[in-house]
């Protein structure tokens, strides 16, 4: 069996990054998971994803250490079922997001809670954003939101987007920070909270503290993990952004067995830390 010489840990993007389309890992990539952990590395995700959408990934990659989840807002302990809330909206989140659906009527939103995810206007973007992830959520008001507000998604079409964007910064709005995670997708989150500031937690863990860490992502909110990384790797069909950052751009993209063509380079030691 191969081993590893140096302590590694593989911290990847599911959406765009390790999931394909289908959104069902493909079996190249699950083997060479296993063949990672068997080596002695440590595996696990960095979504934006809440924990109820990324339970199942959890469980179909055998997931055992921490994964970052909410765009770095929690990280989740899979085994023992912890719930680390690292950083959380401000209460004038609930202002803001008012006042953004006031002005944009024709934006989806929704709220991810620490325990439930909460759809405040069901869109036609909106309704394929809670098929994306899969959840189960529950449809109300603003006040009727109930929990801790980790992050609001806001959907609409791409087309929208750049006014939209537009639309923010003009805003300035305090304590808060807004960034795209995909086309339709954009995100208000804790001031300074991303998958970067949640890496450097996750350093902090128990038996994390000898390991070198490679962070796999796709798309803008991955940039900050992956400079927060020892080593930056993206898939061939990432954001041109993500590239610039990226010590290593892989050949294939995430259709194509990305996280195996990585690992491969890991084991035959052409990837050293």
């Known amino acids: 069996m191969m081993t590893l010489n140096q302590k590694l840990c593989i911290i990847t ?37 809440t924990v109820q959408a990324s339970h199942k990934y959890i469980r179909s990659l055998h997931v055992k250490s921490p994964a970052i989840v909410f765009n770095g807002g929690m ?68 006040p009727e939101v109930q929990g801790i507000w980790l992050k609001v998604l806001f959907a609409m079409s791409p087309d929208a987007m750049p006014a939209f964007m537009k639309y923010i910064a003009d805003k300035h709005f305090q304590n808060v920070d807004f960034i795209r995670s995909e086309l339709k997708f954009y995100e208000m989150l804790p001031v300074g909270n991303s998958k970067g500031s949640a890496l450097e937690e996750y350093r902090k863990l128990p038996d994390m503290q000898d390991f070198k860490i490679i962070a796999v992502g796709d798309y803008d909110n991955d940039i900050a993990m992956l400079k927060a990384a020892d080593f930056a790797v993206c898939p061939a069909n990432a954001a041109d952004s993500v590239k610039h950052v990226s010590d290593l751009i892989l050949s294939r993209t995430c259709e194509q067995g990305a996280m195996s063509e990585l690992i491969d380079k890991i084991l035959k030691q052409e990837v050293v830390l």
């Not at 765009?16 to 590395?41: N, V, W, Y």
């Not at 899979?78 to 209460?91: F, H, M, T, Y």
């Not at 325990?115 to 899969?134: A, K, L, R, S």
């Open 75 to 142: 990280i989740y302990h899979p085994v023992s079922g912890e719930k680390q809330i690292l950083q959380a909206l401000p209460e004038e989140a609930k202002a803001f997001t008012a006042e953004i659906l006031k002005e944009n009527p024709d934006v989806g939103v929704e709220v991810l809670c620490a325990g439930d995810t909460w759809v405040i206007n069901n869109t036609e973007y909106e309704q394929q954003h809670v098929q994306i992830c899969g959840v189960s959520p529950k449809y109300g008001t603003i």
């Open 13 to 49: 993007d599911l959406d765009g990054t390790l999931l394909p389309s289908s959104k069902i890992p493909l079996e190249m990539d699950l083997q060479a998971i296993r063949k990672f952990e068997q080596a002695g590395g440590k595996f696990s995700i960095a979504t934006g994803r």
